[in-house]
């Protein structure tokens, strides 16, 4: 079986979740510390079986994972989180206060899926089980977690949802960003904004990059997808990517009117055809083009 996972120094370690759909398009990050490891996001629940076998090849002993941070409630970030904590028991899952429910009772959430993806994809995204509220406990904004030789400090990172959370890993200074930046999959043939329906709010993306950057990063874990070390102007170009494609949303919403025909448009011009790139790419631009249309 094809290893899943790869080791990205200083104890840190990327997880390919094997998505349903493609590989190299969802990671979720594992951390050593010396009050125990730290998993940051789960993948969907029919990934489970990937991260949790990528868990036990890094050498975490089931009572060693301590924590499961949670990005935000979206089932490519949270969907196995009730595999990951049965197989875990003393591992507690953190989450912002918005995300604390679905947590809990997932069902508005998955249903939420189900009216945007389809029954299909829902089924291949294996929907979400709810887990224990003991299981479960709220961060706030600015809390440091001390972890012995390592601190985690977690800011709320709102705009793509507002149950956006990440992290930064100190000292090193990696910064777990969740989709609080643009997806960098090598699948795209150029950076996308992740601007998701129905709640992408454009200025509260813009002040969570500045947050993102404010840590000084040395290195970015991004979900979609693997690490980056970011460049001087970093924030910048983040800024340009998101400004850029709203603006080119804005003007088709103008022409076309109807938010399915933008993202056709947008495949088509943008990203050299709708033919020529494979299906998670279409369905990512269809949907960002709907998320930001509905913003505007």
């Known amino acids: 079986?094809?290893?899943?996972?790869?080791?990205?120094?200083?104890?840190?370690?990327?997880i390919d979740t094997v998505g349903p759909f493609f590989p190299r398009t969802i990671a979720s990050y594992l951390v050593r510390s010396e009050r125990g490891w730290v998993l940051?996001?789960?993948?969907?629940s029919s990934s489970a079986r990937h991260v949790l076998r990528a868990v036990r090849e890094v050498g975490v002993r089931p009572e060693e994972l301590r924590l499961v941070v949670v990005t935000h409630?979206?089932?490519?970030?949270?969907?196995?989180?009730?595999?990951?904590?049965?197989?875990?028991?003393?591992?507690?899952?953190?989450?912002?206060?918005?995300?604390?429910?679905?947590?809990?009772?997932?069902?508005r959430l998955v249903e939420s899926v189900r009216s945007l993806f389809?029954?299909?994809?829902?089924?291949?995204?294996?929907?979400?089980?709810?887990?224990?509220?003991?299981r479960?406990?709220?961060?706030?904004?600015?809390?440091?977690?001390?972890?012995?030789?390592?601190?985690?400090?977690?800011?709320?990172?709102?705009?793509h949802a507002p149950h956006h959370l990440s992290a930064s890993i100190d000292p090193l200074r990696y910064v777990v960003t969740g989709d609080a930046v643009a997806h960098r999959s090598p699948l795209f043939p150029r950076p996308i904004p992740p601007t998701v329906p129905p709640r992408f709010d454009l200025e509260s993306y813009l002040r969570s990059l500045k947050r993102v950057f404010e840590h000084e990063p040395k290195l970015l874990l991004r979900p979609?997808?693997?690490?980056?070390?970011?460049?001087?102007?970093?924030?910048?170009?983040?800024?340009?990517?998101?400004?850029?494609?709203?603006?080119?949303?804005?003007?088709?919403?103008?022409?076309?009117?109807d938010p399915f025909s933008i993202g056709?448009?947008?495949?088509?011009?943008?990203?050299g055809g709708r033919d020529k790139v494979v299906s998670y790419v279409r369905d990512a631009v269809r949907v960002f083009a709907l998320g930001a249309y509905l913003s505007l």
Do not use: Q
């Not at 079986?1 to 990327?14: D, R």
């Open 136 to 159: 479960v406990e709220v961060v706030d904004d600015g809390a440091e977690l001390p972890l012995g030789d390592r601190t985690l400090r977690i800011f709320y990172t709102p705009g």
């Open 1 to 14: 079986m094809t290893k899943n996972w790869s080791n990205l120094g200083n104890e840190v370690y990327l």
């Open 118 to 134: 389809g029954e299909e994809n829902l089924r291949r995204m294996g929907g979400m089980r709810g887990v224990p509220e003991e």
């Open 40 to 44: 940051f996001d789960t993948g969907y």
């Open 224 to 257: 979609h997808y693997g690490p980056g070390t970011p460049p001087e102007n970093a924030l910048e170009d983040e800024v340009e990517v998101v400004t850029r494609w709203m603006e080119r949303v804005r003007h088709l919403k103008g022409e076309l009117g």
């Open 73 to 107: 409630a979206h089932l490519d970030h949270c969907g196995a989180l009730a595999e990951v904590l049965e197989h875990h028991p003393r591992a507690k899952a953190l989450v912002h206060e918005r995300a604390y429910r679905y947590m809990v009772d997932p069902e």
């Open 264 to 271: 056709w448009r947008i495949l088509d011009e943008d990203f």
